[in-house]
């Protein structure tokens, strides 16, 4: 099965901050690959797929890179709203295993 | 608009037997393929299970197969997860999800609360 590492596991950051989110494949995915958003109590939401392809409505301060076993989720200037943890998913095949997730904290 | 409404969650014995249902509603069911995700408390998310457009191909994680049974019935719009031999490690909010581009789930069930426990 194929595993998905994230990094960090934890992130503070202040509003107006420019945040990377780091996911490792321990395979190639190519470009098998999702980002969600989940806030405390909350449905997960879907940002990006393909890598780096921006869900519709989601705003453009996210983007989405990368392909093969190292991808990179980047908020270029944290709004309040963004505060959440995130999750990457490969759908390179099954199980579609997710990372362990990355909590994005008020500094 | 696009819905997933979901039911069937509680509080089950270890061992015991729960079936979770999800309603799907504007957008055509039989054309896409639908998923059940998880959570167990304060945890990540987990795949769970994969069902085909047409049920011709059904996928399932490790941790559930030979015990979960996915399923769906086209005519009704409803997708189950049929959940046997239960245990405290199958606590979690369970959700349904609609398929969209390159396998990524853009719509989401309310979740449902499954409890296994004595």
């Known amino acids: 099965d194929i595993q998905l590492t994230q990094s960090p596991s934890f992130l503070s950051a202040s509003v107006g901050d420019r945040v990377t989110i780091t996911c490792r494949a321990s395979q190639d995915i190519s470009n098998y690959l999702a980002w969600y958003q989940q806030k405390p109590g909350k449905v997960p939401k879907l940002l990006i797929f393909?890598?780096?392809t921006l869900e519709s409505g989601v705003p453009s301060r996210f983007s989405g890179s990368g392909s093969g076993t190292e991808f990179t989720l980047t908020i270029s200037s944290l709004q309040p709203e963004d505060f959440a943890t995130y999750f990457c998913?490969?759908?390179?095949?099954?199980?579609?295993?997710f990372g362990q997730g990355t909590k994005v904290d008020i500094k | 608009q696009v819905q997933l409404v979901q039911s069937g969650g509680g509080v089950v014995q270890p061992g015991g037997s729960l079936r979770l249902s999800c309603a799907a509603s504007?957008?055509?069911?039989?054309?896409?393929?639908m998923d059940w995700f998880r959570q167990a408390p304060g945890k990540g998310l987990e795949w769970v299970a994969f069902?085909?457009?047409?049920?011709?191909?059904?996928y399932y994680a490790d941790s559930v197969r030979g015990r979960f049974t996915i399923s769906r019935d086209n005519s009704k719009s409803m997708l189950y997860l049929q959940m046997n031999s239960l245990t405290s490690e199958d606590t979690a909010v369970y959700y349904c999800?609609?398929?969209?581009?390159?396998?990524?789930?853009?719509?989401w069930g309310q979740g449902t609360l499954v409890t296994v426990s004595s």
């Open positions: 504007g957008f055509t069911f039989r054309n896409y393929g």
């Open positions: 069902i085909r457009y047409n049920a011709s191909n059904k």
């Open positions: 999800a609609k398929d969209y581009d390159w396998g990524s789930s853009d719509y």
């Open positions: 393909a890598a780096s």
């Open positions: 998913q490969h759908l390179n095949g099954f199980p579609r295993t």
